[in-house]
């Protein structure tokens, strides 16, 4: 439901980075947020923030939102397969968030999302915000090389967070609020040379580029920097992540006057 506030259809908004499994604490922070009374108007996600948002849409509470993927692995999410545009498919994937999402329509939703892919073919940002909520949903996640890019209309995407990881400036011209929460802090510690540590570490550089004029956008940037010592992946530390999230949100909303937003 749109809410006539001011010259702007939206009171307040809330971006969502990508992360990975790292977009967990999202959910954290909506936790917190919700217990001091704020809930979104409309939220833009992307890749990991997109999963959140469009849970979060239609109707999962945050805690329920991590016990989704509390016990789901990497590897019963996506399936080893030889080379051909990706190292891994990303159906298992789309077959759970197809079975687990009770919208089938952006339309559906209880809050209007709007969600960010990367047209892999023009190389170009997209927004999607209507129709068909899984397919647009799985291209947000598609991150390149390792999962095949998802094909919409013949077109194929890839990973919203390639040109867009943090989609403030998606939202920020119709909210007179706007939270920012990033999952995707980057801190340059030790790595292994591997495929998906490389791939990571890539990507979170690339992140880190795209994203500094979003976060200027903000008028309240939720960002918890211990998140930058997590990788993408780590599926197993779900629950603790989720719980970072909110600690940090907690923190920083006792530290701000937020009266405003809770009328």
């Given at each position: 439901?749109?809410?006539?506030?001011?010259?702007?259809p939206?009171?307040?908004?809330?971006?969502?980075?990508?992360?990975?499994?790292?977009?967990?604490?999202?959910?954290?922070?909506?936790?917190?947020?919700e217990?001091?009374?704020?809930?979104?108007?409309?939220i833009?996600g992307?890749?990991?923030?997109?999963v959140v948002?469009?849970?979060?849409?239609?109707g999962?509470?945050?805690?329920?939102?991590?016990s989704?993927?509390?016990?789901?692995?990497?590897?019963?999410?996506?399936?080893?397969?030889?080379?051909?545009?990706?190292?891994?498919?990303?159906k298992?994937?789309?077959?759970?968030?197809?079975?687990?999402l009770?919208?089938?329509?952006?339309?559906?939703?209880?809050i209007?999302?709007?969600?960010v892919?990367?047209?892999?073919?023009?190389?170009?940002?997209?927004?999607?915000?209507?129709?068909?909520?899984i397919?647009?949903?799985?291209a947000?996640?598609?991150?390149?090389?390792?999962?095949?890019p998802?094909?919409?209309?013949?077109?194929?995407?890839?990973?919203?967070?390639?040109?867009?990881n943090?989609?403030?400036?998606?939202?920020?011209?119709?909210?007179?609020y706007?939270?920012g929460?990033?999952?995707?802090?980057l801190?340059?510690?030790?790595?292994?040379l591997?495929?998906?540590?490389?791939?990571?570490?890539?990507?979170?550089?690339?992140?880190?580029?795209?994203?500094?004029?979003?976060?200027?956008?903000?008028?309240?940037?939720?960002?918890?920097?211990?998140m930058?010592?997590?990788?993408?992946?780590?599926i197993?530390?779900?629950?603790e992540?989720?719980?970072?999230?909110?600690?940090?949100?907690?923190?920083?909303?006792?530290?701000?006057?937020?009266?405003?937003?809770?009328?």
């Open positions: 439901m749109i809410t006539e506030t001011g010259n702007k939206y009171k307040i908004g809330i971006t969502l980075s990508g992360g990975g499994i790292k977009g967990l604490c999202h959910a954290g922070v909506l936790k917190a947020l217990e001091v009374g704020i809930k979104p108007d409309v833009s992307v890749s990991a923030g997109a948002a469009a849970l979060y849409a239609d999962y509470t945050p805690n329920e939102i991590a989704l993927f509390e016990d789901v692995s990497f590897r019963k999410m996506t399936q080893l397969q030889l080379p051909n545009g990706g190292i891994f498919s990303i298992s994937f789309e077959r759970f968030m197809a079975k687990t009770r919208s089938k329509t952006f339309e559906q939703l209880n209007p999302i709007h969600i892919a990367t047209n892999l073919d023009k190389g170009m940002s997209v927004e999607f915000s209507k129709g068909i909520l397919h647009p949903l799985v947000s996640c598609s991150v390149p090389v390792l999962f095949i998802k094909k919409i209309k013949g077109i194929n995407y890839v990973d919203g967070g390639v040109l867009k943090f989609p403030v400036t998606t939202i920020r011209p119709y909210c007179n706007l939270i929460i990033n999952a995707s802090p801190v340059a510690d030790d790595y292994k591997s495929i998906l540590n490389v791939a990571q570490r890539t990507y979170h550089f690339m992140f880190k580029a795209n994203i500094l004029h979003d976060k200027e956008l903000c008028d309240l940037l939720i960002e918890p920097i211990d930058g010592h997590y990788d993408m992946f780590d197993e530390k779900g629950r992540i989720f719980d970072l999230g909110y600690e940090s949100a907690k923190a920083i909303l006792n530290s701000q006057d937020i009266s405003h937003l809770t009328s």
